[in-house]
């Protein structure tokens, strides 16, 4: 099928139960085989780093909030607090392919005992950008049948160079949880540029949802 379909009342159902302000949010994990921290079991998704846009309105301005564990440390309270701290009381939380991020959350809900009610809080607020997609309300043919945001985002947001993900030095979670877990064997120097690959990268992944849902208002 080499035609775009829009079911526009579909997108518009998706999109009426969005709330403002919307937080548009990402992590990064690393696993390890043998865990180093506490309360840490083998090949656990410890997310070390998000990304975290906010938008007050439809189409409105940016703020944005960023964090990356020191690789030495358990990032799992810092990660926990910096959140609760940034991401604003009310309104949506937007991920793509929520699951991930709420499970997440659901671990560190259980590592941080006393701040388990609040975070669980945060994952009644989430709503899914995969899905007018995956539902078929929003089809392209530069999906290439798939629904990942690398092959989303450049669909409907050509030729912008500030969303394309291979002009970066880390272009995949993958890349990025690979970079963060050597950082033991790196000099300071070293690690100051690989956190900037890291921050650009995640930070891609939020403004990439943001591009999206603007683009899709506008549908």
Not at 44 to 71: A, C, K, R, T, V
Request: hydrophobic share 35%; net charge negative; aromatic share 14%.
């Amino acid at each position: 099928n080499n035609e775009t379909f829009i079911f526009k009342g579909g997108v518009k159902e998706f999109i009426e139960t969005i709330e403002y302000p919307v937080s548009y949010f990402d992590f990064e994990t690393f696993q390890d085989a043998v865990p180093r921290f506490d309360n840490q079991r083998p090949y656990m998704q410890m997310p070390f780093q998000f990304s975290l846009h906010i938008q007050n309105e439809p189409l409105g301005e940016l703020e944005h909030f960023e964090w990356i564990g020191d690789h030495k440390d358990d990032p799992r309270r810092e990660i926990a607090e910096k959140m609760l701290k940034w991401i604003p009381l009310t309104g949506t939380i937007i991920a793509y392919n929520q699951s991930f991020e709420m499970n997440c959350i659901k671990e560190l809900a259980r590592y941080n005992s006393d701040l388990s009610d609040e975070l669980l809080a945060l994952n009644e607020r989430f709503i899914d950008l995969i899905t007018p997609f995956r539902q078929g309300d929003y089809y392209h043919p530069g999906f290439k049948g798939s629904f990942s945001i690398k092959k989303v985002l450049p669909a409907l947001c050509p030729n912008d160079a500030s969303l394309d993900y291979d002009s970066l030095n880390i272009k995949n979670g993958g890349e990025a949880s690979l970079v963060y877990k050597k950082f033991d064997a790196l000099t300071e120097a070293e690690i100051e540029e690989y956190r900037k690959d890291l921050f650009a990268y995640c930070r891609l992944d939020t403004l990439a949802m943001v591009r999206i849902l603007d683009h899709l208002k506008q549908a």
